[in-house]
DNA sequence: ATTGTTGTAGAACTTATGTTCGTTTTATGC
DNA sequence: GCATAAAACGAACATAAGTTCTACAACAAT
């Protein structure tokens, strides 16, 4: 798919990414050709048009500096922005997302984290833990949890879990017992809880849990 | 020097910033307008110079999306490869960072995190926790710390203690009082302990702890 | 030679986009 | 309450910047 260039497109390209590197947005077309000692803008753009075609950019046309540097967004698919949906807390129906809060780029607010912390799941969204409910799980106020979108859970995994009876959100490592559910704190000092089956909704698989100290932004 | 900052000029970096990640260039002054609820352009340069002014932007005057992101600019790398350097554990000194296990490239183990993480701080590496002696502190067996290198840390900062006389490593929140330290366990539900100012030698801040579930553990 | 394809030029045009400025509304201090 | 500053508005303006078009040279295939 990707072509071999000739050495004008090559040039071209190289100039863009220091250019993005350098100055943090893209070049018009008339830097490109005075960077590139082109004297014309027509050529630059015959030019873009090759490297568009072959894959190497992304244009948007009509728009200024509408150049996106593809191999430079594949480099971003190491980075995340995962949408902080909503809150969990003691109390409260742990929130689950929906097609309008799902999108990164409309959500309020936005956790960045490399694939290495959501261990390469798709589908992550993060919720803010209120309250101190779940200092049980080793999860304190204001923590972050990446969560992965599922209804149930392996044994042995962490799940977010809403109590029906008892309407009460936790997270717990979630085992499937004869006839009956066990859960278990991270914190293994403590006890596991012994639920029926039928009163717990798996809300989420926990990924990661995220605790930042110092001060906020 | 970078100044706290109103909702308005918060929630323009904030589009600012999820604008560049999602479509690979800056938007222009009516992109802002529209996303972020504002009426006239006038309103967002307003805020522009106040951005740019607190150094939380830099602007290319006349130059069409010549906005920049200072923390995304030139000398940021969005992604951070963290250094592994050692275990923190209740009975072993902790691990100082070196010149030699300081290079992510030459440490045996890394983590990849985003400055998102970090906040931005310089110096960081990252410890791993061993064993479940610090659940008080709601940091469990094989969490990681990410800790940024300092001798000193300033009060309610939580930090990497170790205390000589009794030879053990924790992670407490830090405040030094009138002839005494006091160490807070981060879950409120402990009791402090109070020590010797003599006694404590402070190995680094904590910025982060991250703790992961599911495969590889 | 003839024709067609590819690469380069430069001017003209249109739209996108930053700036300015006078005015109006909303806080803030006295 | 009044005076003053901070913040928001919207229109008008200037120019930055993408696109289009015609022309022309270089070169390959016919």
């Known amino acids: 798919m990707v072509k071999e260039l000739s050495s004008k497109p090559q040039q071209i390209i190289n100039f863009i990414c220091r250019f993005v590197e350098n100055r943090g947005y893209?070049?018009?077309?008339?830097?490109?050709?005075?960077?590139?000692?082109?004297?014309?803008?027509?050529?630059?753009?015959?030019?873009?048009d090759i490297l568009e075609r072959n894959g190497y950019i992304?244009?948007?046309?009509?728009?200024?500096?509408?150049?996106?540097?593809?191999?430079?967004?594949?480099?971003?698919?190491?980075?995340?922005?995962?949408p902080v949906i909503g809150q969990i807390a003691a109390g409260k129906p742990i929130p689950v997302p929906t097609s309008d809060t799902w999108d990164a780029a409309a959500s309020a607010e936005t956790i960045e984290v490399t694939r290495d912390l959501t261990r390469g799941?798709?589908?992550?969204?993060?919720?803010?833990?209120?309250?101190?409910?779940?200092?049980?799980?080793?999860?304190?106020?204001?923590?972050?949890?990446?969560?992965?979108?599922?209804?149930?859970v392996d044994n042995g995994e962490v799940a977010a879990i809403w109590l029906k009876a008892e309407r009460e959100a936790t997270l717990k490592k979630f085992y499937a017992e004869a006839g009956k559910v066990r859960l278990q704190p991270a914190n293994t000092r403590m006890k596991p809880i012994y639920v029926e089956p039928d009163n717990v909704e798996v809300q989420g698989r926990v990924v990661t849990v995220i605790r930042q100290f110092g001060s906020g932004r």
Chains 1, 2 share one sequence.
């Not at 803010?128 to 999860?139: E, F, I, N, P």
């Open 26 to 48: 893209p070049p018009t077309i008339r830097d490109i050709a005075s960077g590139c000692a082109i004297s014309s803008t027509s050529v630059v753009k015959y030019n873009l």
């Open 121 to 152: 799941r798709e589908g992550i969204y993060a919720l803010r833990v209120k309250g101190w409910s779940m200092v049980d799980a080793l999860v304190s106020d204001g923590d972050i949890v990446l969560m992965e979108y599922v209804n149930a």
């Open 58 to 82: 992304r244009r948007h046309g009509e728009i200024a500096r509408g150049i996106e540097i593809v191999t430079h967004s594949a480099h971003f698919k190491y980075r995340l922005l995962v």
